[in-house]
């Protein structure tokens, strides 16, 4: 996690650039050494030829002036003598004689030279015999052949004109290229810090809205939260994490266009960021989310400062010259109350900020206990395929009572979760998650096997009562489902009309064509179809006409008050006689006190449930109640 | 560019005595190098670090972002 700061701590440049620079400059100072003591060796050489050349000329000039061998024996000794002041001689020859003069040289060596003089091709490069050096030059005038041969200086004395001298000089390039050296490295490595630096400033900032962005989050909170464990780390006593999530950003973006969606988000951005001051930081994780890490914040201020982001944003803003007006909804958690990590925080901050969105509350605190919900939530979620795989999901039975007869006429069946852990759970607290799992087609399979596996078995001990299964619309979905039902029936050997579907309204977005369809071919198998919680939800009249049912089932809700409340009493009038008219039988749910069901049949009702009658029980206490006590509820009113 | 101290002592003190050295040399034993061009170049380069010992400062070093001296 530490991605920016490897960026930022990447030092090795500048130790490198000093290394190559200083190699860089001792090389230039040695080639310019080696070069300057060459230079000026050959010069040196080149300036001994030329006065050993003119010393040359002299003789062979005075060589043609001379008259006889003792002539050319003088001439010689005396140039030799007075023009030549280092180790040489002059060698003349002509086809019938030889002339020798040397000075400080002996004749063996004289001999050697003049030898390696004969090999030699040019005169340009000296010659070495016994760690001396030696310049020759060689001249031809009629018949003499004259060979002059001098120990050269040139080196000894180069050295000592340009050593002291090169020395210093290089000495002071040296330190001059030791200077360029560390000047270059710190620019270059300087230039490389800023390259780094924009590198982790892109790689932790949106581009949109300039602000930092997740991965800058985490590092951030890494840092500020727990002990201190390195330089880098900045520890907090407390503070707040706050979400903050647009209400309204999908509708502006589908309505207005990305361009616009950018446009609330910097204007977003740019009101929250001035409500909030250092050490506070907003962060955009992407999409219409900012974070706000507020250290040292106590929850009251976190609160405060909540309320004004809230009124801020509420503020209409202006896009394409509409006002839209986005509102917030804002989680905090606090640290170290809360949670005392990084991920903990944000978890309980998102928690919290939903729980502000469905509320529309604008801002929520995270709440302990109900996370502890929440989580619960998950842990149910994760053990529903459990519960279908091990049959925890058993079912209770309600019976149903003609109310002119007071019989048991039929059994509504309602699941029940035999949780190994929570004990008996209600409907109402896993049938959302069931439909939202993707396992409600299976749900839906399993409740009717096992709904049918009862009838069977109540069907062989001869209690002829129908049992009635709660669908929902997403269960009609199941392409198979008129199939399976019709296969169960036959499997367990029961008529049709000993099942009946009762066909939830919960949900109005589903394709009522297509659960049109589904509910005709399971009227065809003869099973009898039912609207349940009738008078709420999606129970439009046309759809009663589209559907056909056998059965209305009247919500409780009208019933509860039903000796109160007038208007519910016209509505029941009313079902009951839509129910005639379209020749349905009708059930009155939720009945629990005699008078409402003395009421209910004066309206012309024939059926009810409630707890009046019996509370929904496990098949046994139901096989019971109707084998042994043979109930007769008209006894009731 | 602020000129501030960028050397420690040990810096400080390394310069000053070869400062004090190459300028003695230069003015008073420039014949040893027979040039007065390399004389003149000694001599900006001893006073170079004469000015180091006296401020505490470098120039390359504070063009380089460098400092010595401990904080």
Redesign the interface.
Same mark, same amino acid.
């Given at each position: 996690m530490q991605q920016i700061a490897k960026i930022k701590q990447d030092k090795s440049v500048k130790p490198r650039l000093i290394w190559a620079c200083l190699c860089v400059a001792l090389l230039v100072s040695a080639i310019y050494v080696t070069v300057s003591y060459r230079l000026t060796a050959d010069i040196t050489v080149h300036s001994e030829l030329k006065a050993m050349g003119h010393i040359t000329s002299l003789v062979s000039n005075e060589l043609s002036q001379a008259e006889d061998a003792d002539d050319v024996d003088s001439i010689l000794n005396e140039i030799l003598l007075s023009a030549v002041n280092s180790p040489a001689f002059i060698s003349v020859t002509t086809p019938q004689q030889q002339w020798h003069k040397n000075l400080l040289i002996s004749a063996t060596k004289r001999s050697t030279l003049l030898q390696l003089v004969a090999e030699a091709k040019d005169n340009a490069e000296p010659i070495e015999v016994n760690d001396d050096t030696f310049l020759w030059q060689q001249h031809k005038i009629a018949q003499y052949q004259i060979t002059f041969v001098q120990q050269t200086q040139a080196l000894d004395v180069t050295l000592e004109?340009v050593a002291? =001298?090169l020395l210093?000089?290089s000495i002071?390039v040296f330190?001059i290229a030791v200077?360029l050296a560390?000047?270059l490295?710190?620019?270059i490595s =300087?230039r490389a810090e800023q390259v780094n630096e924009s590198l982790a400033y892109i790689a932790t900032h949106d581009s949109l809205t300039g602000l930092p962005n997740r991965l800058y989050l985490i590092e951030l909170l890494e840092n500020s939260l727990g002990p201190a464990t390195d330089e880098i780390d900045t520890p907090v006593d407390e503070g707040c994490l706050l979400i903050i999530d647009l209400d309204r950003f999908k509708e502006v973006n589908d309505s207005f266009g990305y361009a616009a969606g950018d446009t609330l988000l910097k204007e977003i951005a740019k009101r929250v960021s001035d409500l909030i001051s250092a050490p506070a930081e907003l962060i955009r994780t992407g999409g219409d989310e900012f974070f706000i890490w507020a250290p040292d914040y106590t929850i009251e201020q976190a609160k405060t400062l909540s309320l004004d982001i809230v009124n801020s944003c509420n503020a209409p803003i202006l896009i394409n010259g509409l006002t839209v007006n986005s509102g917030v909804s804002i989680g905090i958690s606090h640290y170290p109350s809360q949670a005392d990590d990084t991920a903990g925080l944000i978890v309980c901050a998102d928690t919290a900020m939903h729980k502000a969105k469905a509320m529309r509350s604008g801002w929520q605190v995270y709440d302990n206990k109900k996370i502890a919900d929440y989580k619960d939530i998950l842990q149910l979620r994760a053990e529903l395929n459990d519960a279908l795989a091990q049959q925890q999901i058993i079912l209770y039975y309600q019976p149903k009572v003609d109310l002119a007869t007071g019989e048991v006429t039929g059994a509504e069946a309602l699941c029940r979760w035999q949780h190994p852990r929570l004990g008996l759970l209600g409907p109402g607290e896993f049938i959302d998650l069931i439909e939202h799992s993707g396992k409600v087609q299976e749900f839906g399979r399993y409740i009717i096997a096992t709904a049918a596996a009862q009838a069977e078995h109540w069907h062989t001990s001869g209690l002829l009562v129908p049992i009635a299964i709660n669908l929902s619309p997403y269960n009609l979905l199941d392409p198979g489902l008129a199939d399976f039902i019709s296969e169960t029936l036959k499997r367990h050997n029961i008529p049709p009309r000993f099942i009946e579907i009762e066909l939830t309204e919960n949900e109005t977005c589903i394709n009522i064509d297509y659960i049109q369809s589904a509910l005709a071919q399971i009227r065809e198998l003869g099973v009898s179809l039912a609207i349940d919680d009738f008078g709420t939800g999606m129970s439009s009249l046309a759809y009663l006409s589209e559907l056909q049912v056998n059965v209305l089932k009247i919500d409780r809700a009208f019933i509860c008050d039903l000796t109160t409340n007038q208007g519910h009493r016209a509505i029941i009038a009313a079902a009951v006689t839509l129910s005639q008219s379209f020749g349905c039988d009708m059930v009155a749910e939720g009945v629990e006190t005699q008078e409402q069901a003395r009421m209910l049949y004066e309206m012309g009702c024939q059926s009810a449930q409630g707890f009046l009658f019996a509370r929904p029980m496990p098949a046994e206490a139901f096989h019971t109640l109707l084998t042994q006590q043979k109930p007769q509820f008209n006894d009731a009113f | 560019m602020a000129i501030s101290s960028n050397l420690n002592l040990l810096d400080r003190s390394i310069r000053g005595v070869i400062g004090i050295c190459v300028t003695a040399f230069a003015l008073f034993n420039g014949d $040893?190098?027979?040039?007065v061009f390399?004389e003149v $170049? $000694?001599g900006i380069?001893g006073l170079l670090n004469l000015i180091s010992l006296f401020t505490g400062w470098c120039p390359?070093?504070q063009?380089?972002?460098?400092d010595t001296r401990k904080h």
């Open positions: 004109f002291k =001298r210093v000089t002071i330190w200077w560390l000047t490295a710190s620019l =300087r | $040893l190098i027979g040039d390399i $170049l $000694l380069f390359v070093y063009l380089a972002g460098i």
